[in-house]
């Protein structure tokens, strides 16, 4: 009697493993769900400073343009913007390459093998008895 209670309780133990994992599993790319979020929100306020950075880049080119210039790209005031919004387009797109390896990391987690599943519990089978020495056959009364 003791070994299948011994053989339950092995069995109820690595469920609980199997349990764990996925709790382990679920509770982080959670987290990590909260981190797309956030860098989400952080890549459209860098959007929207981009865009910023975009608008003042055109204002200053017109500026150069309607002071005579040629080549308005040579002015300092247009060329410092450019150079902003290189920055800010690097920095957008940073954000976004973390984002993906933060999906990445979530599929990678998913992609692992949970623990094995228990394994049923074989009871060894009671050996057969052995089989009784045939009686020899009496004679048929007459």
Request: with cysteine.
């Amino acid at each position: 009697m003791s070994a299948d209670y011994q053989g339950l309780a092995t069995k109820g133990l690595k469920g609980l493993t199997a349990v764990g994992w996925y709790a382990k599993t679920l509770s982080l790319n959670m987290l990590r769900r909260g981190l797309i979020l956030g860098r989400y929100t952080l890549a459209c306020w860098q959007k929207q400073k981009l865009n910023k950075a975009m608008r003042r880049l055109g204002e200053q080119f017109f500026q150069a343009l309607e002071q005579g210039e040629t080549n308005p790209l040579v002015v300092s005031a247009v060329s410092d913007a450019v150079n902003r919004a290189k920055d800010l387009k690097a920095v957008r797109d940073k954000n976004y390459q973390a984002i993906a390896a933060i999906r990445e990391k979530i599929r990678a987690a998913w992609a692992k093998e949970p623990p094995p599943a228990p394994a049923p519990v074989t009871t060894p089978a009671p050996a057969e008895p052995a089989e009784a020495p045939e009686k020899p056959e009496e004679p048929a009364a007459s």
